[in-house]
């Protein structure tokens, strides 16, 4: 095999990572069916009053987001571990954090995606105005691949352990809280009349510091539990 | 040194409390209830400190290898975790006369609680890895992130709820009455060196555990008694 | 002022000794774990280094 350049191997882990992805279709259902299920138990605890549903709807859908981008966490890297895949990555040439990058997009891409394409319709149930939505699909389109990042961090730090996924959870749910309070805020901002662009700013510089420690300490972290 | 630190902060303590219950006077505005604060302050501070140190030993361990770091790492965390639970539960305490509520989610009080959660969390990955090395290692990585979250997540809370004002501002330093600051201080220092105490204690018996083969442990005088 | 004066704490009695005592009780429970670790390491090598003198 020729050496290929970083743009080439960041497509073909990525290919690789969705055709896998495609292969086992019922656990990308099976976050989104979580998703869709949370949401709809909101109104169901809380009672139907239209009033009270519009003002939690952001914070209603932006929390079922986060339970659901946990719940696929565990399988970011584990299956690699398993047969062996992750140790042939840690071999390549290339830097590990571009090949984490790539799989944390390729993750983003089967359990993000779907979320964001869903929301809008989740959205509707509480009866949300179309600006609202489209701030919304904004806000989790900035978001959701934070939620990623830091996951993988936390799916990289508990690699292979017993009662992973609990943990992974633990450690992941104190760090998500800045991406919470910017998403949720900024579908708050335009409800209640004011402009949502500080808040998508915020969003989009924590995307931006996300995207440039978050391969690498994952791949520190890779390195650690792969020792 | 453990004798010497748990001495004195014995002492500091008897002396703490005596200043906080006898000397300081009776607050104006808040009678007798402010007296909370001679716990609560220190807790807090000393809560934050400590994840500062943590987070200082595990980067230490992490980039220079010393296994002596990473023990001091994990042996503090089970102090820092308590007095953040002391700092709130005290501050719970100390909110409902004051306030009128248990719990506020305003900046301080909602860190403090995520700070709690960090140190489970550093606690629970720890104990959950079976390999000391890499435990030592994959806890110092969490530490270090947490404490570059801790910022980020404080101003973000401070910003999401801008009610944050006049009820959280406790005394500023010139208006508290001497006998209250030196009361204070006091405190401070008796939980310090209580601190310091129970991690030396702490970190002694990670060492005997973790280094139970090696010449020198049974040499020690305690264990060939 | 008197003893029953100063346990009321003017009306906040239960606050105020409601933090101190959660304060102490932490406090003491830490210590005493620590101590009984200790005594469970030291009980540890006692008995590995008996083990080691039995095979020597």
């Not at chain 1, 696929?72 to 042939?88: K, N």
């Amino acid at each position: 095999m020729n050496k290929l350049s970083l743009i080439g191997l960041l497509s073909l882990v990525i290919r690789r990572d969705l055709v896998l992805a495609m292969r086992r279709r019922a656990d990308v259902l099976t976050t989104l069916i979580f998703f869709v299920i949370v949401v709809s138990l909101f109104p169901l605890g809380v009672g139907p009053e239209m009033d009270m549903l519009r003002k939690m709807a952001p914070g209603v859908v932006w929390v079922a987001a986060l339970l659901a981008s946990m719940l696929s966490l565990g399988r970011m890297f584990s299956a690699d571990y398993l047969d062996g895949t992750l140790e042939q990555m840690m071999l390549v040439p290339q830097s590990l954090s571009a090949l984490v990058l790539a799989k944390i997009l390729a993750h983003w891409m089967v359990s993000g995606l779907p979320l964001v394409i869903m929301a809008p319709v989740l959205g509707l149930q509480f009866d949300m105005s179309a600006q609202a939505l489209w701030v919304l699909i904004a806000a989790l389109l900035l978001g959701t691949p934070i939620l990623s990042m830091i996951g993988a961090v936390g799916a990289a730090l508990t690699l292979g352990l017993r009662g992973g996924g609990a943990l992974v959870s633990l450690l992941v749910l104190p760090l998500c809280i800045p991406v919470l309070i910017f998403g949720a805020g900024a579908v708050e901002a335009v409800v209640s009349g004011t402009s949502a662009g500080s808040h998508l700013a915020l969003l989009g510089a924590l995307l931006l510091v996300a995207l440039v420690f978050t391969p690498w300490v994952t791949a520190l972290a890779l390195r650690i539990s792969m020792e | 040194m453990v004798p010497w630190f748990s001495w004195s902060a014995a002492i500091l303590f008897v002396v703490g409390l005596y200043v906080s219950f006898f000397v300081a006077p009776t607050d104006s505005q808040q009678s007798e209830a402010y007296r909370i604060m001679f716990i609560h302050v220190p807790a807090s501070i000393l809560s934050m400190f400590i994840y500062l140190v943590m987070a200082g030993y595990a980067a230490l361990g992490l980039i220079f290898n010393t296994r002596l770091s990473s023990m001091m790492a994990s042996a503090l965390a089970p102090t820092g975790a308590l007095l953040a639970f002391l700092s709130l539960w005290t501050g719970a305490l100390w909110g409902k006369p004051m306030w009128g509520a248990w719990w506020v989610w305003d900046a301080r009080l909602t860190s403090e609680l995520i700070l709690l959660f960090l140190y489970l969390g550093f606690i629970a990955l720890h104990a959950s890895i079976d390999d000391p090395r890499r435990a030592d290692r994959a806890s110092a990585l969490l530490a270090i992130i947490g404490s570059v979250n801790v910022p980020i997540i404080y101003f973000s809370v401070q910003w999401w709820n801008t009610l944050h004002q006049g009820a959280t501002v406790k005394f500023t330093g010139t208006s508290m009455h001497v006998a209250m600051q030196q009361g204070m201080y006091t405190m401070l220092l008796a939980v310090w060196l209580y601190a310091i105490a129970v991690s030396l204690l702490r970190v002694r018996c990670i060492i005997l555990e973790r280094e139970c083969k090696a010449q020198w442990v049974s040499e020690l005088v305690e264990v060939r008694r | 002022m008197n003893w029953g004066e100063f346990f009321s704490m003017n009306g906040y009695a239960w606050y105020i000794w409601g933090s101190y005592g959660i304060a102490l009780l932490i406090f003491f429970i830490e210590i005493v774990m620590v101590r009984h670790r200790k005594t469970l390491v030291l009980e540890q090598l006692h008995l590995m280094r008996n083990a080691e003198d039995v095979v020597t």
